[in-house]
């Protein structure tokens, strides 16, 4: 059954069909096996046009205005959640019946998906944003502080994680003891957003789904019982006459955690090793502190967090040119886009000053356009900026490790040292 569950969750093709695929670049940047660079064959797709028609059945893009028409047109539908049907949410809460995400707000269309929508969008708007600042200033310092004592540390757990836990659980006003739980679903589950390969796999994923299912649920009860000025509270005062069922409000709970730390520690991971790794861009950071807003654009866009996402055709519509039938598969390869030629010049180049560089489309578009980007630029900003102001001559202690996952790209690892004598 389990098994069955994986299949229905059509998370990836077989490992035969993709063998069988042979040459098809597509293939290669959809597999499993680890792809370091994925860009080659980003490159490839658009060199074959503004829409590519893998081998495997469904089109991709990695052309930058074609992934926008794409994400922006109404009648490209994001995948419905996979509907295992057997449980009752509201009977038997607590129990996972299939990926969490799956039926969050990135699954639902509309009308339900613009309900929903509405009601935690005023928790991210600017004006929202811009009362957390001070907020975000400290929990970046604290983390830092934490750290002070050391020569060496691992900037990804240490740092790159714990900024955004932190500042994900201030906003769902969860106390934040559970960080370590938090980051360790956010990689189990976030990893699986590429597929899972083996039934030991699939328990590993279902097991954090079930601890993070509970949790959810628990957190919903009782903030149902003592009801605060927190987005959870917000989600179950608007349950009813939104129609949202029990499911609904764990899921989008539950992606308001994963999404907004998953993420962004690759956002900060990723930009610290692209500062470590070009010298020039780090000294000019270190030089001008304002320029950290746009080395934040320039991030997302070079070695962008979310590689990825796909839409699915309601009903005929023209792609790139092409007139695709009701049901196609398209995936956007957002990385790819936001290294297109016709938009960025000398795109593999890593620019801090890069006037375009927010043109890129790391955080999607249209109507599923990310909830949280003013909240992933405002952290991502400090982060940087904070970091390299302690730490000017920070530098690498060892090699990094990246994530072995396509869709999400970030880093596991990055030993550090201060440069600061103690
Ligand atoms: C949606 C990227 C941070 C909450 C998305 C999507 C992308 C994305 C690409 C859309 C996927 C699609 O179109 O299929 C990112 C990146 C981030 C980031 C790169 C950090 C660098 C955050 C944060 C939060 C957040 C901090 C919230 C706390 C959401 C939500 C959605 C979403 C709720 C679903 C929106 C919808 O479906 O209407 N994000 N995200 N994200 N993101 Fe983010």
Not at 6 to 35: Q, W
Not at 227 to 252: H, K
């Amino acid at each position: 059954r389990e098994f069955r569950q994986t299949a229905i969750m059509g998370l990836r093709r077989s490992a035969t069909r993709l063998v069988a695929a042979g040459g098809d670049p597509a293939a290669k940047v959809l597999g499993h096996r680890p792809l370091p660079d994925p860009h080659p064959f980003y490159d490839e797709i658009r060199d074959r046009g503004p829409l590519y028609r893998s081998r495997l059945g469904f089109h991709v893009t990695a052309h930058h205005a074609t992934a926008s028409a794409v994400l922006r047109d109404p009648a490209l539908l994001v995948l419905p959640g996979a509907e295992l049907g057997s449980v009752d949410w509201d009977r038997e809460p607590g129990k996972p019946v299939a990926h969490l995400i799956e039926h969050s707000l990135l699954a639902m269309n509309p009308p339900v998906h613009t309900r929903l929508r509405r009601v935690v969008a005023p928790w991210f708007t600017p004006r929202a944003l811009r009362t957390r600042t001070e907020q975000i200033e400290k929990t970046v310092r604290g983390c830092l502080d934490e750290l002070a004592h050391l020569d060496e540390f691992d900037l990804v757990p240490e740092f790159a994680v714990r900024v955004p836990v932190r500042v994900i659980c201030d906003l769902l006003a969860v106390d934040d003891s559970r960080e370590n739980d938090f980051a360790r679903w956010g990689r189990i589950v976030g990893g699986s957003l590429d597929g899972v390969r083996s039934l030991t796999e699939w328990r590993v994923v279902a097991e954090s789904l079930r601890e993070m299912t509970e949790f959810f649920t628990d957190l919903i009860e009782r903030r149902r019982a003592e009801p605060g000025e927190d987005v959870v509270s917000g989600l179950i005062a608007a349950q009813d006459s939104e129609e949202l069922t029990a499911r609904d409000l764990v899921a989008t709970t539950a992606l308001l955690l994963g999404a907004g730390f998953e993420t962004t520690q690759s956002l900060i991971g990723n930009g610290v090793l692209a500062l470590l790794e070009h010298p020039v861009q780090r000294a000019a950071l270190v030089a001008d502190p304002a320029l950290a807003g746009n080395a934040v654009e320039e991030v997302l866009r070079w070695d962008s967090p979310v590689q990825m996402t796909a839409r699915l055709s309601d009903k005929a519509v023209t792609v790139g040119g092409r007139e695709l039938p009701p049901a196609s598969a398209v995936v956007t390869l957002l990385g790819g886009a936001n290294r297109d030629p016709e938009v960025f010049a000398d795109p593999h180049r890593f620019d801090i000053t890069r006037a375009n560089a927010r043109d890129h489309l790391a955080f999607s578009s249209g109507a599923h356009y990310c909830l949280g980007a003013g909240l992933a630029r405002m952290e991502g900003e400090i982060a940087l900026r904070e970091l390299f102001g302690r730490y000017p001559d920070l530098s690498a202690a060892g090699a990094a490790r990246r994530g072995p996952s396509r869709t999400l790209h970030g880093l596991l690892s990055l030993p550090v040292r201060t440069g600061v004598a103690k």
